[in-house]
């Protein structure tokens, strides 16, 4: 599918070189715990590469209180009650995380190794700015590319049940496109509404096509029908 074959998913766990920048310094803020394990990374000049990947995300997530101004943040750490351990040390979601994660990635030099910013989900979901209103859940990660495999690394999220660093095969259904068609992605994703807010969606889809078939311009004509 697309660019992204799963039957190529998955790094072989093998040691690497890494050329680590010298006095680097990471300009998203890292727990005590955090910082003093990326300094013994960047103090080697090989790692497996499994493990290395695996230490890289945890290192950015477990400092990263998941926060924010947006309606979706809220609705997410209200969704999945999201509790921070009071060990991090900044709040941000899955894009300061990715960010983070990516400059680690270039800082290191790991030989052999491409890696690029993604988006992918994209379910759709009733916000709590009021009742007329929907927005897109996306989630920023970062695929990361080691002759000729691939692996995606999770960036910061709430979600309890997504708490790995490398995402695992299985779990990329819930990642959603572009890693999966978008009909298996909600498929896999159907039980995460509850029926009141897919009632609500209905009623914001209704309101919707109202306010097109009302305006100036007329209605909007299906071509398709």
Known sequence: MGKYDLSKYGLENCEVEIAPWKNFRLTMDLSKDSREKLERIFHQDKAKLVPLLEDIVEIV???ICFGGTAPTINYLIEKYGYKPTGREAVVGDCNQSGDAIREILYALRIKDIDFEKETCGGIRVPVAVDDAHSAKILHDCTVVSYKGRWA????KSPSPDRQ??????????????PFVPNKDYQKAMSSFLTKEEKDKLKKIDALFDKRIAHSPKGPVIDLEK
């Open 164 to 177: 790995y660093g490398i995402v695992p095969k299985d779990k990329l259904v819930c990642m959603g496109p």
């Open 152 to 155: 995606v690394l999770n960036s």
């Open 61 to 63: 997530n477990s400092s």
